[in-house]
């Protein structure tokens, strides 16, 4: 079958591979008839994420049919036949964290636990096609995928809702929603959003679907904060602008109740210590990148909260930690908990009350992906998402 | 209870053949392998301990090297080469390698020996000597003893939360053929009857090592602790405990503490570290395995990254 393969920074190909095989009882394989490629995706074509391997298949967005079931599935949950979307992260739906709905935190996904715990004290969950540290599973940008654990991981979608319409509830739907959520929105609150683009364009939206009074998006790119006015937000362009002094003037001089840092430390990627000199050189970099969440602790109200969805890896510098203290600000984060919020979302796409597909701009076949990658890469203004279809 | 001494013992034929009876020299009986590790004042015997396959390989290699070795000797080079040589063709012609004796591991193979000693293959702990006569294996050690997990021994205790009632992962750890499931050092565990079990594990390189274990308490539910017995590849106890936690059902906290002399002493731990398998480490790995299987009835697996490209 065809397969999007990571070879290297900035190598990525289109490769014949073998075919996914059912290795565990609870196990399918899915004939995946869509998928996409997530910023985050871009962190592993820069290079900036440890423990990628020559020849790993990528992509964590995708949705298909199910084509082929292990023994063990709960067929009650199941058949083959259906048309599923696969959240990113590979959960197990029946240890402490999952009991919970942390399924980002499922104790039992992650075949290579060792490295992330020599980094973190814990490991999180294994995730499709984003590193070994991750649980080194395949990923979705291929003819085919195994899905582990498919009776807890694999949810049904209506045949009346397009692929276009469903297939970010594997990730930036239930990112951006996870955000606005965890930013403990009230009634007239005003959010600030650093990050224009697919997880802030979901969070805004949520924000405003969470009963948000005002969003407010803080990017630099034009196109995406063009997507960000067409959803009702107020922009502030970076380059143009000081935020800090912008946001006073929109809230009266007290700052906004809720924060959401949708950028990420990407430059920090998923540095673990092993990669300690390069932690040190990315901390260089980050004293920029880390300007955004920085600037949100600085900026919001006291006793609000600062929601963090964009990715961080390492350790940061120059945490103003005593303005967190000072403030009584709250800060809530983590990866998604995509099994979570997946079924409620899903309501929403279907009473119309959201529709996903306004972050598509570019679909292309699956042979074209590198080529994608490459765009995606380099015209940030233009290529907000992109489609794969096998 | 059971208590040890009043158990009949069953060795192994491989077992026995780490510290073979065959001796190239018949007058001195294998020197026990305790003798060997801790480098005492006895006589080091020459252990049988490659398998036929390998001292056919070993003999060959080795007459290779000498023959175009010794040519070079004459004029002053290849003194290595010839050295190798015949090393290789010393071990290829007496079945002994210094280098896995020190280590304790063996080659060896139970079934052809078999073949040519039939009256061995019943696996008692008699040993038929060159001369045709059957004896009491003198290499029928006893035990450790606590002294020597002192001074030599490797403790490990790890832990790991559960999931799921106590009673659930004590009747799992019970039934010790499924401990190959998680326990990926082992090879196989056979219960040999209520107490007793034959174990056997992967050592580096390709390695197995045997040992015979008993259990030496049982109580249902809550703990199970073990010891080997007898001439042990690894002598090791330990055992492992299924505790409540307070305040929330159904969830068990499985604590293992583990014991165990490697073969060759710090050595075989030295040796094993650079496979890394860390005992610690192997044992945390085991108990994350465990807690899979008892959460979600399998083991998480992801393929060794298959598939991938080229």
Redesign the interface.
């Not at chain 1, 009074?213 to 602008?241: C, F, H, N, Q």
């Not at chain 2, 009043?6 to 192994?12: N, Q, Y």
């Not at chain 2, 280590?103 to 009256?119: F, I």
């Not at chain 2, 799921?164 to 010790?176: G, V």
């Given at each position: 079958?065809k397969?999007l393969?990571w070879?290297s920074k900035f190598d990525v190909?289109v490769?014949?591979?073998?075919?996914?095989?059912i290795?565990?009882?609870?196990d399918a394989i899915l004939k995946v008839t869509s998928t996409a490629i997530c910023g985050s995706d871009l962190h592993l074509y820069d290079g900036y994420i440890p423990t990628m391997?020559?020849?790993?298949?990528l992509g964590h967005e995708f949705m298909g049919e199910i084509v082929e079931l292990g023994a063990?599935v709960d067929k009650s949950k199941l058949a083959v036949g259906d048309r599923v979307v696969i959240p990113f992260n590979v959960a197990?739906g029946?240890?402490?964290f999952c009991?919970k709905q942390l399924t980002s935190c499922c104790?039992?996904?992650?075949?290579?636990?060792?490295i992330p715990r020599a980094a973190y004290g814990s490991s999180p969950a294994?995730m499709f096609g984003y590193s070994?540290m991750f649980?080194?599973?395949?990923g979705g940008q291929?003819e085919y995928v195994?899905v582990?654990?498919a009776d807890f991981g694999a949810f049904k979608v209506p045949e009346d809702l397009t692929d276009d319409q469903v297939l970010f509830l594997t990730d930036i739907f239930p990112t951006g929603y996870m955000a606005a959520a965890n930013a403990e929105i009230e009634k007239g609150d005003t959010v600030a959003v650093w990050g224009a683009g697919p997880v802030g364009q979901f969070a805004l939206r949520s924000a405003l679907l969470l009963g948000a009074e005002r969003v407010v998006s803080i990017d630099d790119v034009p196109g995406r904060l063009e997507m960000s006015r067409a959803a009702g937000a107020t922009t502030i362009d970076i380059s143009k602008e000081t935020v800090s002094d912008k946001l006073m003037e929109l809230t009266g001089g007290r700052g906004p109740d809720r924060c959401i840092d949708a950028v990420g430390l990407e430059a920090h990627g998923m540095s673990i210590d092993a990669a300690i000199d390069r932690i040190k050189v990315a901390t260089f970099l980050a004293t920029d990148r880390a300007h955004a969440l920085r600037e949100a602790i600085q900026c919001c109200r006291k006793g609000g909260t600062v929601s963090v969805p964009g990715v961080y890896g390492g350790v940061i510098d120059k945490f103003p930690f005593g303005a967190a203290f000072g403030k009584g600000l709250t800060l809530k984060m983590g990866q998604t908990h995509v099994h979570r919020y997946l079924p409620e979302l899903l309501k929403h796409i279907q009473a119309g009350r959201l529709d996903p597909t306004f972050v598509i701009t570019h679909r292309m076949p699956l042979s074209d992906a590198p080529n994608a990658y490459k765009m995606f890469s380099e015209n940030k203004s233009q290529v907000i998402k992109v489609v794969l279809k096998p | 209870m059971v208590t040890p001494n009043s158990v009949t013992r069953t060795i192994s034929e491989t077992t026995l053949d780490q510290y073979d009876l065959e001796t190239m020299d018949s007058e001195s009986p294998a020197t026990k392998p305790r003798d060997l590790q801790s480098g005492s004042s006895a006589k080091q015997s020459t252990v049988r301990n490659v398998g036929s396959n390998e001292r056919n390989i070993s003999l060959a290699a080795g007459a290779l090297l000498l023959l175009t070795g010794l040519p070079k000797l004459m004029r002053g080079r290849g003194i290595l080469q010839t050295a190798a040589g015949a090393g290789l063709v010393y071990r290829g012609m007496t079945g002994n390698c210094p280098l896995y004796q020190h280590l304790g591991l063996s080659t060896r193979d139970a079934q052809h020996d078999r073949q040519s000693s039939g009256k061995r293959a019943s696996g008692s702990s008699k040993g038929v000597y060159p001369d045709g006569n059957e004896r009491d294996t003198p290499s029928s050690k006893p035990s450790a003893a606590p002294s020597e997990y002192n001074l030599r021994g490797i403790h490990v205790e790890q832990s790991v939360t559960i999931s799921k009632p106590a009673s659930d992962c004590y009747a799992f750890w019970r039934e010790l053929g499924l401990l190959p499931q998680f326990m990926h050092h082992l090879k196989s565990v056979v219960e040999t009857d209520q107490t007793h079990s034959h174990w056997v594990a992967s050592a580096p390189l390709g390695f197995s090592v045997e040992w015979d274990a008993e259990i030496i308490n049982d109580e249902k539910d809550r703990l199970i602790a073990w010891r080997s017995v007898g001439n042990a590849g690894v002598d090791n106890s330990g055992s492992v405990r299924f505790i409540d936690v307070p305040g929330r059902e159904d969830s068990t906290e499985v604590r293992v503490v583990l014991d165990y002399i490697p073969p060759a002493g710090k050595l075989g731990s030295i040796v094993a570290s650079l496979f890394g398998e860390e005992p610690n480490q192997t044992v945390k790995a085991d108990l994350k395995r465990f807690q899979q299987l008892m959460e979600t009835g399998e083991v998480a697996t992801n393929g060794d990254g298959k598939p991938r490209a080229k």
């Amino acid at each position: 079958m065809k397969a999007l393969t990571w070879h290297s920074k900035f190598d990525v190909r289109v490769s014949n591979v073998d075919m996914p095989k059912i290795l565990n009882p609870r196990d399918a394989i899915l004939k995946v008839t869509s998928t996409a490629i997530c910023g985050s995706d871009l962190h592993l074509y820069d290079g900036y994420i440890p423990t990628m391997k020559s020849g790993d298949i990528l992509g964590h967005e995708f949705m298909g049919e199910i084509v082929e079931l292990g023994a063990g599935v709960d067929k009650s949950k199941l058949a083959v036949g259906d048309r599923v979307v696969i959240p990113f992260n590979v959960a197990c739906g029946s240890c402490f964290f999952c009991k919970k709905q942390l399924t980002s935190c499922c104790d039992n996904t992650n075949p290579n636990a060792a490295i992330p715990r020599a980094a973190y004290g814990s490991s999180p969950a294994g995730m499709f096609g984003y590193s070994h540290m991750f649980g080194g599973y395949a990923g979705g940008q291929a003819e085919y995928v195994r899905v582990p654990l498919a009776d807890f991981g694999a949810f049904k979608v209506p045949e009346d809702l397009t692929d276009d319409q469903v297939l970010f509830l594997t990730d930036i739907f239930p990112t951006g929603y996870m955000a606005a959520a965890n930013a403990e929105i009230e009634k007239g609150d005003t959010v600030a959003v650093w990050g224009a683009g697919p997880v802030g364009q979901f969070a805004l939206r949520s924000a405003l679907l969470l009963g948000a009074e005002r969003v407010v998006s803080i990017d630099d790119v034009p196109g995406r904060l063009e997507m960000s006015r067409a959803a009702g937000a107020t922009t502030i362009d970076i380059s143009k602008e000081t935020v800090s002094d912008k946001l006073m003037e929109l809230t009266g001089g007290r700052g906004p109740d809720r924060c959401i840092d949708a950028v990420g430390l990407e430059a920090h990627g998923m540095s673990i210590d092993a990669a300690i000199d390069r932690i040190k050189v990315a901390t260089f970099l980050a004293t920029d990148r880390a300007h955004a969440l920085r600037e949100a602790i600085q900026c919001c109200r006291k006793g609000g909260t600062v929601s963090v969805p964009g990715v961080y890896g390492g350790v940061i510098d120059k945490f103003p930690f005593g303005a967190a203290f000072g403030k009584g600000l709250t800060l809530k984060m983590g990866q998604t908990h995509v099994h979570r919020y997946l079924p409620e979302l899903l309501k929403h796409i279907q009473a119309g009350r959201l529709d996903p597909t306004f972050v598509i701009t570019h679909r292309m076949p699956l042979s074209d992906a590198p080529n994608a990658y490459k765009m995606f890469s380099e015209n940030k203004s233009q290529v907000i998402k992109v489609v794969l279809k096998p | 209870m059971v208590t040890p001494n009043s158990v009949t013992r069953t060795i192994s034929e491989t077992t026995l053949d780490q510290y073979d009876l065959e001796t190239m020299d018949s007058e001195s009986p294998a020197t026990k392998p305790r003798d060997l590790q801790s480098g005492s004042s006895a006589k080091q015997s020459t252990v049988r301990n490659v398998g036929s396959n390998e001292r056919n390989i070993s003999l060959a290699a080795g007459a290779l090297l000498l023959l175009t070795g010794l040519p070079k000797l004459m004029r002053g080079r290849g003194i290595l080469q010839t050295a190798a040589g015949a090393g290789l063709v010393y071990r290829g012609m007496t079945g002994n390698c210094p280098l896995y004796q020190h280590l304790g591991l063996s080659t060896r193979d139970a079934q052809h020996d078999r073949q040519s000693s039939g009256k061995r293959a019943s696996g008692s702990s008699k040993g038929v000597y060159p001369d045709g006569n059957e004896r009491d294996t003198p290499s029928s050690k006893p035990s450790a003893a606590p002294s020597e997990y002192n001074l030599r021994g490797i403790h490990v205790e790890q832990s790991v939360t559960i999931s799921k009632p106590a009673s659930d992962c004590y009747a799992f750890w019970r039934e010790l053929g499924l401990l190959p499931q998680f326990m990926h050092h082992l090879k196989s565990v056979v219960e040999t009857d209520q107490t007793h079990s034959h174990w056997v594990a992967s050592a580096p390189l390709g390695f197995s090592v045997e040992w015979d274990a008993e259990i030496i308490n049982d109580e249902k539910d809550r703990l199970i602790a073990w010891r080997s017995v007898g001439n042990a590849g690894v002598d090791n106890s330990g055992s492992v405990r299924f505790i409540d936690v307070p305040g929330r059902e159904d969830s068990t906290e499985v604590r293992v503490v583990l014991d165990y002399i490697p073969p060759a002493g710090k050595l075989g731990s030295i040796v094993a570290s650079l496979f890394g398998e860390e005992p610690n480490q192997t044992v945390k790995a085991d108990l994350k395995r465990f807690q899979q299987l008892m959460e979600t009835g399998e083991v998480a697996t992801n393929g060794d990254g298959k598939p991938r490209a080229k």
